[in-house]
């Protein structure tokens, strides 16, 4: 099985595709509908978005994912140019030296004038949390050298947790909003989501630097199966279980009572996995009997930038909600023009 794409999320491309209708001259040489505001979106591959929905909308200009680099021994890959994931895994498993880094400013810098060069008004620019990397350091201080308008946002979180707010961003630039607006329902969203996750060994994040707070917590008890969460930016402990399979047990019920605690029919779910489809497959699966009225969970693999802090075998999930921009939100006063029919309904992201 591949990694699973849930249906609603379609509604962005078809939405988007008709915006690029609506500025190809009809019939007669009609001059293009005119688009109100040309917002483009840019983030990095922490934010763990579908290979195949990216390729759409890097197509389309309005998506840049700058890649974050891993170092597997003496040699760097960027994520999402060079396929890392078995030399990773392999490295991993040999217990080898893996390291990763923040993109550098001037590769924000060229994803900014290219959608200037596009075109686009404005970026807005959504990263990793500042609490596990440095690159939304390195996003504002390209911004400070481009003339286009940037606004660079701390996402607080990671993984589909981010990838939930860009894609809002996305929603939001395609129903024609402002910069400030998109960034408004990006980090409105990514407010609303949590990051539960499992890992069979502490050792790659301990190796990393990225326990954190969780080191006085986990002691030198490596030997544990722990539950971990992103708060505010950082790892953190929820539990330390004993036995692996009780650890996933364990997971899949701090999910089921995060989603029955939110707003009926609203809760959307990513599964997380490195080197262990199948697992998570199981997991989305009981996931959703769980959680009954809640969309089947998109699994993907975790990108490799985490997952070389992660290591073999984590299996994380994102609990978030639906969102998507709708009229009646709209400040009094401003333009709908371009937002066109197919309006979707809350819920529909």
């Known amino acids: ?42 983030t990095d591959s922490a934010a763990a978005l579908p290979a195949e929905w990216v390729k759409a909308f890097v197509a389309d200009g309005r998506l840049a994912v700058v890649p974050m680099p891993v170092m597997v021994g003496e040699e760097i890959y960027g994520e999402g140019e060079d396929d890392i994931t078995q030399t990773l895994a392999l490295a991993l498993a040999a217990g080898s030296q893996v390291k990763t880094s923040r993109p550098s400013p001037g590769q924000f810098e060229q994803a900014y004038l290219a959608a200037k060069a596009r075109g686009f008004e404005a970026v807005v620019s959504i990263h990793i949390s500042s609490g596990l990397s440095g690159t939304a350091d390195a996003a504002r201080l390209a911004a400070e050298r481009v003339s286009i308008p940037v606004e660079v946002i701390d996402s607080r979180t990671v993984g589909m947790a981010l990838g939930m707010g860009v894609q809002s961003a996305l929603v939001a630039a395609a129903d024609g909003r402002s910069a400030a607006e998109v960034r408004r329902f990006a980090e409105e969203r990514m407010g609303r989501t949590k990051v539960y996750f499992y890992v069979p060994s502490l050792e790659q994040l301990r190796r990393g630097g990225r326990i954190g707070t969780a080191a006085s917590f986990l002691g030198t008890m490596l030997s544990i199966k722990p539950i971990l969460a992103v708060d505010d930016g950082k790892i953190v402990p929820l539990e ?41 497959e199981r997991l989305a699966a009981r996931l959703e009997a769980h959680c009954p009225g809640c969309p089947p969970a998109q699994i993907s693999t975790l990108p490799a930038v985490l997952a070389a802090h992660a290591g073999l075998g984590v299996l994380a999930v994102i609990v978030g909600e639906s969102s998507t921009p709708g009229l009646a939100e709209r400040p009094a006063g401003s333009s709908t023009e371009g937002a066109g029919a197919g309006k979707p309904t809350a819920g529909s992201s």
């Open 1 to 42: 099985m591949t990694d699973r794409e849930p249906p609603a999320w379609m509604w962005l491309k078809e939405r988007l595709a008709r915006l690029r209708q609506s500025t190809t001259p009809g019939r007669g040489g009609a001059e293009p509908a005119p688009v109100p505001v040309r917002t483009a979106v840019v």
């Open 240 to 280: 330390k279980v004993r036995s692996a399979a009780r650890a996933v047990a364990r997971l899949e019920e701090i999910v089921a009572a995060d989603v029955t605690s939110r707003p009926a029919g609203q809760a959307r779910l990513a599964v997380h996995h490195f080197g262990n489809l199948a697992e998570a």
